[in-house]
């Protein structure tokens, strides 16, 4: 799954130890450190999440969980405006996750990642969060695709109450002619980056990743959605504009994913 990154992974490690120039002069080291993942911190767990989302409907959140693959950092951003041509950042990886989980975005309890991340103490200015639980690079992998997003609640504007639905995969569904045809490879599907950060991990402490459920919604019209039943139903495709815009929204790297260091875990 992680051929590439874990090549620059093992080169950082060997140079960190190898040679103190590598990772500077001013006391920087690998170390192990916990990384916990959670929903907003005014969500409650066990509790319904309700908000204001877009064209004037009111949603409410009644299962939210989203599947998280694993936790880059890296110590550059990529220079604004520049093309992105691969799914790797520029510069050094300073710290990983590697074992994932799924995150119930309804609770702001942190939740724990099911072995410790490796890093350096050198600054991460940007951050990946990897959608995926088989190889980055393959798209029919794992088979069955891997349920990356799944939603359950209902949506109310003007007395007309949508109970809906949504889970969302990211395989050889979201793969297009352009792609067999050298356009973009599925990893950058499956990537969300850069995120931007400003962090050091340490030996004491924890790398928490916050992900708002209510930045899914933006500019999603509820009124488009089909009906399945007694469901309105999103789509696992891009053949309508709230299933398009949930997984567009979901694949940004802006507020709805944030990295913080925290000292101590509540």
């Known amino acids: 799954m992680r051929a590439r990154f874990v090549s620059l992974w093992l080169s950082l490690l060997a140079c960190s130890l190898l040679s103190p120039a590598c990772v500077g002069t001013t006391g920087d080291q690998v170390v192990d450190f916990d990384a916990v993942a959670s929903g907003p911190a005014d969500a409650t767990a066990g509790q319904p999440l309700s908000f204001e989302g877009s064209r004037g409907w009111q949603v409410t959140l009644t299962h939210a969980s989203l599947h998280v693959g694993a ?5 550059a ?6 093309q992105a041509t691969s799914c790797i950042l520029p510069g050094s990886y300073v710290a990983q996750v590697v ?36 190889d980055v690079n393959l798209a029919n992998s794992p088979t069955p695709a891997t349920v990356i997003l799944d939603l359950l609640g ?75 039943g007694d469901l309105f139903v999103f789509k696992d495709d891009s053949s309508d504009q709230p299933s398009a ?15 913080s260091w925290v000292e101590r875990l509540p």
């Open 99 to 134: 074992q994932g989980r799924e995150i119930d975005l309804l609770s702001s309890e942190p939740q724990a990642f099911p072995t410790p991340g490796q890093g350096t103490t050198l600054e991460a200015r940007a951050g990946q969060v990897w959608l995926t639980s088989g």
């Open 245 to 259: 815009n949930l997984y567009n929204n979901l694949k940004q790297a802006g507020p709805l994913y944030d990295f």
């Open 154 to 228: 209902s949506a109310e504007r003007a007395g007309e109450l949508r109970p809906f639905q949504a889970k969302l995969t990211i395989a050889s569904n979201r793969v297009n002619s352009s792609d067999v045809a050298g356009g973009s490879p599925i990893c950058k599907e499956r990537i969300v980056s850069p995120i931007p950060t400003s962090i050091r991990v340490a030996s004491a402490g924890a790398l928490w990743l916050r992900v708002d459920p209510r930045l899914l919604f933006t500019n999603v019209d509820f009124g488009a959605l089909e009906a399945q």
């Open 71 to 75: 936790l880059y950092l890296a110590d």
């Open 77 to 82: 951003m990529p220079v604004s405006g520049a």
